[in-house]
């Protein structure tokens, strides 16, 4: 089943390094499918004889500046992506693409970190637990 990210490519967003610097990340990433779901939950009823099979390979580049405002954090960065390879198979209509992704960028952006309602657990990962706005 192929899906893309729950609640948009901004989830998970408010959250940038306290620490100030660069940051970079890239990602290799290969997939397939061979079914898409519909409006009901379940396989679509119209794409049917589904076959994806792609490759996004991808970039990423952030700042976090190193001043605090109103108590929170500012930061910057962007991020692009380019398909090598994607072949989509749809009812037997076949479609190659190897392309570039669009670049996004938030090019100024403030966080703020609330913290964790309660303590992690004893012996939890050192991670930001709790809230980011």
């Not at 952030?62 to 605090?68: E, I, Q």
């Not at 479609?95 to 657990?121: N, V």
């Amino acid at each position: 089943m192929y899906g893309g990210p729950i609640g948009g490519t901004d989830i998970r967003n408010a959250y940038v390094p306290q620490a100030p610097g660069f940051y970079a990340g890239v990602a290799d990433v290969p997939g397939w499918s061979t079914q898409i779901n519909g409006d009901n939950g379940g396989p679509s009823r119209t794409l049917r004889r589904v076959n994806l099979t792609y490759n996004i390979v991808a970039a990423a580049l952030s700042y976090t500046y190193p001043f605090r405002l109103l108590g929170g954090f500012l930061s910057g960065g962007a991020q692009g992506s380019y398909y090598p390879y994607a072949r989509f198979s749809i009812n037997n209509a076949t479609q190659r693409i190897s392309d570039w992704g669009d670049l996004y960028a938030d090019l100024l952006k403030w966080t703020f970190y609330l913290g964790a309602p309660r303590p992690p657990a004893p012996g939890a990962l050192p991670l930001p637990y709790g809230l980011a706005l």
